[in-house]
């Protein structure tokens, strides 16, 4: 008989771990070994046996929560947003010292959505413009959204790498915000709106011509399967990785690893 791989869900009473608890019972390959609130000790995590731990908590617990995994050998499949270059510098510098060890941040585990910011950044150098709209639910507690911050990153660098120029234009803003947030230099706009779950618009503009990539999730489904591919690939992918698109092979049309 195959050996089940033992997981744990942090944040597991939330909107996403709450999903995610039941995508980890519902395989076949794996056992949910813990299922941790707020105020569970992580202690429980080496007492559980947890072979992989699934984060989806809140930015000021994740990296906490992912240290504790990493230096007890465990590796940490990571939803949760707030993972800014500094935090993520740090995580490297302290898987440097476990280099078995593996840890996914995977700002958007929708796959349609990992298509739509890769097929932006493809598209990024041959527009003139390019601005993302982000629309959520309200109860979401940060903006903008992860999967907009790295969108903007990812368009951002293929733009420069293109050497395409910021695109100018006239407008001076009347109110502080009017333009939205800029991530290195890509214009990004938060909408919370009751109804919506996870959705995200960049429009690609020139002369007489605009581009529109969407994605929407409309249910919390559409993020186990990416979920599910982090916990069963996340081993063979020691150090870290940014992006659900690091374990597919988005180039070569493959179906992941
Ligand atoms: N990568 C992706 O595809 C997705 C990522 N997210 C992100 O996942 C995170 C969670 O989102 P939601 O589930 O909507 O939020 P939520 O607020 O419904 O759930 C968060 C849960 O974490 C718990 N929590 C807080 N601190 C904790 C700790 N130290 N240990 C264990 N649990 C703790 C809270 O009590 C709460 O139950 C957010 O950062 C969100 O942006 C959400 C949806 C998809
Ligand atoms: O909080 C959410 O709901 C979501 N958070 C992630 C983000 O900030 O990008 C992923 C998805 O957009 C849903």
Redesign the pocket.
């Known amino acids: 008989m195959t050996e089940l791989l033992p997981v744990a869900v942090?944040?597991?009473?939330?909107?996403?771990?709450a999903e995610a608890v039941r995508a980890v019972e519902a395989a076949e390959d794996l056992e949910l070994v813990a299922a941790?609130?707020?105020s569970?000790p992580l202690d429980s995590l080496v007492s559980a046996g947890a072979r992989v731990v699934v984060d989806?908590?809140?930015?000021d617990?994740t990296v906490?929560?992912v240290s504790f995994a990493v230096e007890h050998g465990m590796h940490a499949v990571v939803?949760?947003?707030?993972w800014t270059a500094d935090r993520l510098a740090r995580l490297e510098t302290l898987l440097a010292g476990t280099p078995a060890t593996g840890v996914l941040i995977?700002?958007?585990?929708?796959l349609g959505s990992v298509l739509a910011t890769a097929f932006a950044a493809a598209a990024a150098r041959y527009f003139d413009s390019v601005e993302i709209v982000e629309l959520h639910h309200p109860?979401?507690?940060?903006a903008p959204?992860?999967t907009a911050v790295r969108t903007a990153q990812l368009v951002a660098a293929a733009r420069s790498a293109a050497g395409v120029p910021d695109a100018p234009d006239a407008t001076r803003d009347q109110l502080d915000g009017a333009r939205g947030a800029r991530v290195d230099g890509v214009p990004v706009h938060s909408v919370r709106l009751r109804g919506l779950t996870?959705h995200q618009e960049v429009l690609l503009g020139s002369a007489g011509e605009q581009l529109t990539i969407r994605h929407d999730s409309f249910d919390?489904a559409s993020?186990m399967p990416?979920v599910l591919l982090g916990i069963r690939s996340v081993a063979r992918h020691p150090g870290l990785t940014v992006g659900l698109d690091g374990y597919l092979n988005l180039q070569t049309g493959g179906t992941g690893s």
């Open positions: 942090l944040g597991a009473r939330g909107r996403m771990g941790l609130g707020s569970d989806l908590t809140v930015p617990a906490g929560n939803g949760t947003t707030g995977a700002p958007n585990f929708a109860d979401k507690v940060d959204s992860g996870a919390r993020f990416g």
